[in-house]
């Protein structure tokens, strides 16, 4: 009894927000591997369990930023905010497996404030990092100087990269565009998706180039629905969830979604949306919602068995390893990807650009 105690969602909370210090925090975050996997034996829904995670991901950086202040005086300034990018951005996060995350500040900010954002940053990254959430291998971190601007300045790099969508602005912007405000002014954030908006509807050929970007890669389904498999690498004779349809789903949807004017929520609540404005049959959105669930579902419990098994979380799965019935939801999911890539061609007229 008092193992499950301990690996309830509500102790856990409580745990961390009694936490008095980061060593505390890093114990902690160890246990909330075992909580969502109780949760999952005990067969919660996929989409609740990764909005508890989203949860406690949101509630440890909070926590950590409240120590930081209380125990070493580290502040970020009243005109700065801490951003959360991609998965965690949309509150969609499976596991935490690494950081990413920006920083953006008031133009008018003064150089001692503009200091005390950089000290804020390389010490929240530096902590997470110690209470076991990885840096970014691709260094997408506030830490970074590269993701740290004024207001003016992100605009002017966001206009840069819509106007002029090459494949790395095409990158740059996918990894930034589902920010969050975490800590900080959330005003910034506003003023920002604002920019956005404005500017993409400016540039309604930025929609188009990165829908061909996106339906170049198909579900690897093959003849009679055949599951491919990857033929060389590290992944051989696997399929990568995220690189075969997780990406296709988040980042299609993102785009329909931001040429929409909606900008905030999980992959789900934009579909959701999107079928209630009409830009999606009330079908294909819950065709395309069952599919991204179930990618997720995979995913998630691939990345608890390698954690179990001290290994680092994958994205890779072999289906021939799977039970009859997951093949198949695979499969259907795979469809689903397909069925969301043939909407982009057909939305987007991309057959007829495609030369």
Known sequence: MLSQQ?????????????AESIEELREINGRILEMVRSAMSAG???????????????????????????LEGIVLPAKAAYLAL??????????????DSALIYADDISPAELNDCTIFANRLVEALEFVGIPRCPGNTMASNPQWQHSLTEWQQLLEQWISVPTGEHMVNFGMFQDFRTIHGDSSLEKHLHEFIHATTQRNMLFFPYVAKNIVRFPAPLGMFGRIKTERRGANRGKVDLKKSGIFALTSGISLLALENNVDKGTTWDKLEKLGQMGVLSTKSSETLSEAFTQLVNLRLQRQLSDLAAGHKPSNAIDPLRLPYKMQNQLREALRGVNQLLRILRDHYRLDSISR
Do not use: K
Not at 6 to 18: D, F, H, K, N, V
């Open 6 to 18: 301990t690996r309830s969602p509500l102790y856990l909370i409580q745990e961390m927000e009694a």
């Open 44 to 70: 919660a829904e996929t989409r609740s369990l990764v909005h508890l995670i989203a949860h406690f991901n949101d509630g440890f950086t909070q926590r950590i930023i409240s120590l930081m202040e209380s």
């Open 86 to 99: 991609g998965s965690e951005g949309r509150g969609e996060q499976t596991l935490r497996t690494d950081q």
